[in-house]
């Protein structure tokens, strides 16, 4: 089935998530839609599927113009759709999670659940899924959870099959095969929208390259075409995808962590009897899929979350039992993975959040009065040092884009005296330009002695950051390793299979 957008535009207000788009997949094609996250690519994909209305355009599919009030719609018509996060019941099987929406039935209505057990026996043959029809959704890794959705998909006859960053939480295996089945469903002569940032997996299955910014298509890319070519046009101007860094040169600072354990308020141990160093002037990157310990890790390393047992030390002093303000105060910068939960107030201005974490004494406060002088020619500073795009330091920060409210947190943690540096996804949703300027300061900070922690899920970031590479599964390390390490021995890592000749746990 041949798949037309023409002209769709929509909007949000005044903000214009898709300016008059053209997109073509034919049938058999796997047509990339390229683009950062924010560039509008969801948002086109959400219309297709009939979660929201253009405001101009229209969809065709094999030439007939098509209205869809919602995704039943869009499913009738022979579109699919394998969503970033999920629509898995986690307590059924896979053979009803396949069949809900469109159930099967027999004499007096009955559920026909032996019908939906064929169903999936039968695509999973077809395609080599290995997908067990009577196993429980939530006990399937990852992987094999998102072969279930594509199984729905395929139960209901899709002929476009559209996959909206599929490979966020998998394993760099997990993620290979994922690329294998989309070439099998190309075989198959199904249509398949790939929406993705990410430039390696672009050149590895597209047939055609279509790369969107700031909502509207900006060009079109050959398969063939370098990293540097599909980041440039990504961003509009040329970036360094990989920063320059130097062999460490290591200082007398260290982080020690000994016998870490995490439990949650059910008695689930999150971060399971965790053990390692991180001297000055390295990077240690904590990596893995995420959900895996990673983020409760990080947490404590700021006192956001008491630890059942261990210890934490800096430079010789406990850091365990104590408030997040003793943390900060032992000049500890940290950057959530979450910005907008965790690292800005939106509301606030730019100025006001650059200080957020500083309002206990000068140069900002004195004898309980804020500076303003002191805030302000801090901020403006802070501003043109990072790079922040803004309308002034009076703008909102919840009004910037998600690179630079970004900048808008690291520029509040680096422009201190730091004796740790944690920073959780620091990349996470900004754009290949933010993401240059955001890993050249992060080597600054480990090239001035400070020992560094980066908490990454992409394993790009982790071999371009790291000097040393945790890998953490299920609570534990699997494995300390160089940052020389292959690719294919990483993923299994992250797997939980650990390497011979890593460090200990």
Known sequence: MKLELRGITKRFGALVANDHIDLVVQPGEIHCLLGENGAGKSTLMNVLYGLYDADEGEVLLDDEV????????????????????????????????????????????????????????????????????????????????????????????????????PTAVLTPQETDELMGIMRQLKADGAAIV?????????????????????????????????????????????????????????????????????????????VDDVSFTVRGGEVLVVA???????????????????????SITLDGTE??????????????????????????????????NLILDRIYGPPFVKAGSLQLRARDEFARAAVEE??????????????????????????????????????????RGVDVGSIEFIHKRIVATRDAGVPVIVVATELDEALALGDRILVMYRGRIVGIVPATTPRDVLGLMMAGIAPEGSEAA
């Open 66 to 165: 098509v209205h869809f009030a919602g995704p039943g719609d869009a499913m009738a018509a022979g579109i699919g759709m394998v969503h970033q996060h999920f629509m898995l019941v986690p307590v059924f099987t896979v053979a009803e999670n396949v069949m809900l929406g469109h159930e099967p039935t027999r004499g007096g209505g009955r559920l026909d659940l032996e019908a939906a057990r064929a169903k999936v026996v039968e695509i999973s043959e077809r395609f080599g899924f290995h997908v067990d029809p009577d196993a429980i959704v939530e006990d399937l890794p990852v992987g094999v959870q998102q072969r279930v959705e594509i199984i729905k998909a395929l139960s209901r006859e899709a002929q476009v099959l559209i996959f909206d960053e």
């Open 386 to 427: 990072f790079d922040i795009r803004t309308q002034g330091i009076d703008q909102p920060a919840g009004r910037l884009s998600g690179g630079n409210q970004q900048k808008v947190v690291l520029a509040r943690e680096l422009s201190r005296e730091l004796r740790l540096f944690v920073a959780c996804q620091p990349t």
């Open 319 to 352: 850091l365990v039992g104590r408030s997040v303000r003793d943390f900060l105060g032992q000049g500890i910068g940290f950057v959530p993975e979450d910005r907008g939960v965790d690292g800005l107030v939106g509301t606030f201005t730019v100025a006001e």
């Open 288 to 310: 893995g899929v995420q959900g895996n310990g990673q983020t409760e890790l990080a947490d404590a390393l700021l006192g956001l979350v008491t630890p059942s047992a261990g």
């Open 194 to 270: 790939f929406i993705t940032h990410k430039l390696r997996e672009v050149r590895e299955v597209a047939d055609r390259i279509t790369v969107v910014r700031r909502g509207a298509v900006v060009g079109e890319a050959k398969p063939g075409s370098s990293d540097a070519e599909l980041a440039s046009l990504m961003v509009g101007r040329s970036v360094e995808l990989t920063v320059a860094k130097d062999a460490p040169r290591y200082s007398d600072a260290k982080l020690e962590v000994k016998d870490l354990e995490i439990v949650d308020p059910d008695g689930l141990v999150l």
